[in-house]
């Protein structure tokens, strides 16, 4: 279990959910053990075992069949940009006796373990693999820093969401927003063209409903843009709280990444910031929630009309057409609701929620904590 936690509080499934085909240099228990006892922080840990992730696919078959007797391949360290120089890379090299030797390439040609057995793959995406033991890397094991403090609202009124970060910063949700950075966090900042013209309604809302407006443009996780479109689906949000959904559904359009609300559907237009983990992406339009607005009268086309009487006749028409029901009466309509609009209180079926990452994460993950186990 300690093992399971180690590799979770490393944070490794948004930087393996970037990729589609890489090779896990698993070691046993021992060789973790070794690992935990040089007492590293939280960030060399990550460093260390992003070294063991290969960025290519390598199979028992491949392994013994390498072109010229040896291979260089990158690993996860190299590619986040925390290895400095090559110190990302490492060596695989055929040797006697059928055996196959790994070694950082700023090892001096040392090889530092060998191919034990094949765990399991999946054929040209994801193979794991046990090594004799944890590849040696000072790069990797030096001190990573601690996170440091990110300014979103500088981050988005740079790249074109000034009055989005401005309305944040004078609200008690920009808290709620810096609180989940360092844990993860995405934010969809719509452009300042939209925000500008949704400001008179905005400014309609409540205290309570410009907080729970602002924080509904940010989920608590990171989502980097390959996996919102692999995730499609029903998202909570930074303002979801209990019988109050406050969700939205991410769907793809074509290449596009859409956020649909039961009122308005918004598309991804840049990428501002993407970079576990935070995500900063540019919307089209300010989502707006059911919770605080009412839908239009119209959102839908309306059944095609029944054919009239002609104009000319002289006699009505025997029938008259059934005026649609009137709507029932807002009793639960939200208090924030600004003026003009008709609140849309269908009941929302879809009960599920999903925060998935890329398809590959979750098998290896818990290939790799399976393997820790034995």
Known sequence: MQLRQVATAAALAPEINRRET???????????????????????????????????????KKLHQITDGTALAA???????????????????????????????????????????????IPYNISVIQISSILPSPEAEAPAPGPSQTNITALMSAHGCKVFAETLLANPAEQTFEDNVESGLTIFC????????????????????????????????????????????LTNTLATDGASKFDFTVQNDGTDVTIITKIVTAKILNTLVDEQPLAI???NKVLMPKELFKAALSPTPAPAPAPEADA????????????PPAPAAPSDSPADAPDGDVADQTTDSNGAVRFEGGRFVGVILSLWFAFLQL
């Open 22 to 60: 890489i090779t896990v240099c698993a070691v046993d228990n021992a060789g973790m053990s070794d690992l935990l006892s040089k007492h590293l922080n939280i960030g060399a840990i990550k460093n260390v075992l992003s070294l063991h992730v290969l960025l290519d696919y390598f199979d028992s």
């Open 75 to 121: 690993t996860m360290f190299q590619a986040t940009g925390s290895a400095p120089g090559s110190a990302g890379f490492v060596n695989i090299t055929d040797l006697k006796g059928g055996k196959v030797g790994f070694a950082p390439q700023d090892n001096g040609g040392v090889v530092s373990a060998t191919f034990v057995k094949p765990v399991e793959a």
């Open 190 to 233: 719509p452009g300042d063209d939209a925000m500008k013209s949704f400001m008179p309604k905005y400014k309609n809302l409540t205290a309570a409903g410009k907080q729970s407006l602002l924080e509904y443009h940010g989920i608590p996780v990171y989502q980097s843009l390959a996996g919102l479109k692999s995730s499609n689906g």
């Open 281 to 283: 992406y540019e919307l």
């Open 312 to 323: 000319a006749s002289p006699k009505p028409s025997k029938k008259k057409h059934k005026s």
